[in-house]
């Protein structure tokens, strides 16, 4: 009897993940704005085809004949795997004379959170040092006073031209060593800015940098602990409600937010480099909107696992590079170190030929 209740709750378990597997490998093809609980599940894939290939190793030790549909459930999936580990085997390339630096970092706050003790190692290291741009996310306004906090850090920045852009940037900076010459922002409802965009001199040439920070999911500290702590994992029934409603706003929220971003990109007469914290993974509908207009650089240049976040969750790739089809991406580095809940990011570009 306990065998035959051993087996009934294995395979209902297979069965219910299997099908969570599905949902998050199609969801990005539905708008999370009319199906959010698809978009939710979604954020979950990483965890979920993992899952499901300890199923199929079972299975097979088993020699279940289940393991044909746990098989044909992780094919399902494997191309979105493919967006978050790279098995490319591509190299960087040497750049030309033209060849363009560029870094993206979400700081988590690095100007107004302790930033003279444990926030100064994330800007203390080489991958700032030989950038041509730094993007930032959830930092000072590209002004002077940005500019004194990275001197601060002992950081030397060799800035010509920066963004201003005489408002709310909501922690989004552009610092540049090329003339910046036309900026502006996309704002949410009037309040939220979320896209820093620049038009930048290079060698002669216009290319627009987009900076971006959309819509981040805001879940408690309580919260995120009760969704991946086994201690805490208890109070998450308490908790499911207002992480649902939060993930919902989020990603109705940045559905909008794309939608602008888009129209942008496409009414671009120059190349563009967008760079920044998406909030969303490659699973998600506001990857696959923009990966449709602009290259992924990690695919292009990344090795192995592209995880960008640093924070609670595991598995998550939501901080990216995308890049004009007009551009070649020459490399992609992430540095590992990180005094943030996310990784810097770095690429060099230059105009194909």
């Not at 001197?151 to 408002?167: A, S």
């Not at 991406?329 to 810097?344: R, W």
Request: with cysteine; charged share 20%; hydrophobic share 45%.
């Amino acid at each position: 009897m306990g065998k035959r209740i051993f087996q009934i709750t294995l395979y209902t378990t297979f069965f219910f993940t299997g099908v969570l597997l599905l949902i998050s490998v199609f969801a990005s093809f539905f708008n999370p704005a009319v199906f959010p609980f698809l978009s939710v599940i979604a954020l979950f894939f990483p965890l979920l085809w993992i899952i499901n290939t300890l199923f199929l190793l079972l299975f097979l030790i088993k020699k279940s004949p289940w393991s044909v549909l746990s098989l044909i459930l992780l094919l399902s999936g494997i191309y979105q795997v493919l967006l978050v580990y790279n098995i490319s085997s591509s190299n960087d390339t040497e750049g030309s004379s033209g060849k363009i630096n560029i870094v993206s970092f979400n700081t988590g706050n690095a100007d107004t959170i302790n930033p003279l003790a444990s926030r100064k190692a994330a800007f203390d290291n080489e991958l700032f040092l030989k950038s041509d741009i730094i993007c930032l996310q959830e930092f000072t306004p590209a002004n002077e006073k940005g500019i004194a906090v990275l001197e601060r850090f002992n950081y030397k920045i060799n800035v010509d031209f920066y963004g201003n852009i005489g408002g709310d940037s909501s922690g989004l900076s552009v610092y540049s060593n090329y003339e910046i010459i036309d900026v502006g922002w996309l704002k949410q409802d009037l309040e939220d800015t979320y896209a820093l965009w620049c038009d930048l001199n290079i060698d002669e040439d216009t290319i627009k940098l987009i900076n971006i920070q959309l819509q981040s999911i805001r879940l408690e500290d309580n919260e995120l602990e009760s969704m991946t702590s086994f201690k805490e994992i208890v109070h998450l029934p308490g908790h499911l409600s207002s992480i649902y409603a939060k993930l919902k706003r989020g990603f109705l929220w940045r559905e909008e937010q794309v939608t602008q971003l888009t129209n942008l990109i496409k009414a671009s007469e120059y190349p563009v480099i967008l760079c920044g914290d998406f909030n969303d993974p490659p699973a998600s509908f506001a990857y696959r909107e923009i990966s449709s207009l602009l290259n992924d650089a990690f695919l292009e240049k990344g090795k192995g696992f592209g995880f960008t976040y640093a924070g609670g969750l595991p598995f998550l790739r939501i901080d990216y590079f995308m890049v004009d089809d007009r551009l070649n991406v020459s490399a992609y580095h992430k540095m590992q170190a990180t005094h943030s809940d996310h990784y810097p990011i770095e690429v060099e570009v230059e105009r194909m030929e």
